[in-house]
């Protein structure tokens, strides 16, 4: 029989919970920027304890879903397109270096063998004649899973640390605006320049060219910003975006 969990474990348990249930709250629009959140409000609400709320709020906090009001509490943060743009800059800023690195030390083989075995399923989705819904969902998690082994081959615990943190930035994610696609006219040609760009990657770090490793996953990143701009052409492609209440409209220039 396992053994019981310890008091640690169980209120590191109850953190996430409120962690991931706070999120699921901000992003489905159920708490809108500028609400503030109390501990006692969402004990309540959610039912946890109020530890684990109180950390789960700082760890928001970090992430950037919540800014802290000088009185006391927390208030969800708005967010401009720009914010977003260097967010993704950050990732891909990270993941760049992260394929640097890969290129430049050298890749276990086993890794560089799970990297073509995602490239080969990747590229039998893409290669579809029309593209579902569900081939899309299909696509983000085989897409997670190819920058997860591009993570691991560079074989740096600080970096992965540092990637992580980026990746709990809001809209950060090489996923993000993946499912936005779906909708989109434009998805067949943004997929397909994605996955060349996963193949470009793979070639130069097998070929150790760590410049034009880093080179590609930067570019590669900015794929993201463009899939939010092609959203942000109406509301219908808007409203796909996760977390898209959060995201304030540019103001009109005046003349």
């Known amino acids: 029989m396992p053994a019981p969990a310890t008091e640690n ?3 590191f348990s109850q953190t996430v919970k409120a962690q991931l249930s706070l999120r699921d709250l901000i992003l489905s629009g159920d708490l809108k920027p ?9 004990v309540e609400r959610l039912g946890i304890s109020r530890t684990p709320i109180r950390m789960a709020l700082v760890r928001l906090e970090e992430e950037g879903f919540l800014e802290a009001i000088p009185s006391g509490g927390f208030a ?29 030390r050298g890749v276990r083989n086993s890794v560089l063998i799970e990297m073509k075995q995602r490239l080969a399923q990747l590229d039998e989705l893409v290669g579809q004649p029309t593209l579902t819904v569900d081939d899309f969902s299909q696509y983000v998690g085989l897409n997670g899973q190819f920058h997860a082994l591009l993570i691991d081959a560079a074989d740096s615990a600080v ?10 930035l809001p809209f950060a994610s090489p996923s993000g605006f993946v499912m936005v696609q779906a909708m989109l006219p434009e998805a067949r040609q943004i997929l397909t320049i994605a996955q060349d760009h ?23 990143a900015r794929l993201a910003h463009r899939n939010l701009q092609l959203a942000f052409r109406n509301q219908g492609t808007r409203d796909l975006v996760p977390g898209a209440v959060l995201i304030r409209k540019p103001v009109p220039a005046r003349y």
């Open 9 to 11: 474990e169980r209120s």
């Open 34 to 42: 500028g609400d503030r959140i109390s501990e006692l409000s969402m």
């Open 76 to 104: 969800v943060k708005a967010f401009s397109e720009r914010d977003i743009h260097d967010a993704i800059e950050m990732r891909g800023t990270l993941e760049g270096f992260a394929a640097r690195l890969a290129a430049e």
């Open 159 to 168: 970096l992965a640390r540092q990637i992580d943190r980026a990746l709990n």
């Open 198 to 220: 996963h193949h470009c990657v793979v070639r130069a770090i097998e070929e150790r060219e760590g410049a034009r490793a880093e080179s590609l996953m930067r570019e590669h």
